[in-house]
């Protein structure tokens, strides 16, 4: 039996990107970064940042693109995959990132309150949507 399971919580680095492919599927790339501290040898502390990219497709693409925002911590849940490429100097390229199953969102960076609501786990109603946009209905929401 095998297991591909990746469970992280760290602050988006940037606002997410979405595209949509040549189908019109949406796709939302983003990375959060976690940190780990320690104390070493000499009592020092230390503190290490790692970077993830994280890929969301579909509904939860457009979650991702609607309400995340920079600073944001989140918790993302999926599993790890491994692309490759020929670049244009023509070395083959690889990229490890976590296709997003579950989100999320949690306090701005700081405990800072965002600005505009935001569904949550411990909130059943979804802010009114703006003039223009598909309603996202609750039970839409994958969290």
Known sequence: MNLNKVM?????????????????????????????????????????????????????ADICSQYL?????????????????????GVKRYRTEVVLENMQMGPRLGGAPNSSPTPSSNNNTAPAPSAGEDEIKIDDIPF
């Open 8 to 60: 992280l919580i760290g602050n988006l680095t940037k606002d997410p990107e979405s595209k949509s492919t040549t189908t019109g599927r949406t796709v939302t790339t983003f990375s959060i970064a976690t940190n780990r501290m320690w104390t070493d040898q000499d009592g020092q502390k230390q503190q290490k940042t790692e970077f993830h990219n994280i890929v969301a497709w579909g509904k939860l």
């Open 69 to 89: 925002k920079k600073g944001n911590l989140t918790y993302v849940e999926g599993r790890l995959e491994t692309r490759s490429w020929d670049g244009q100097d």
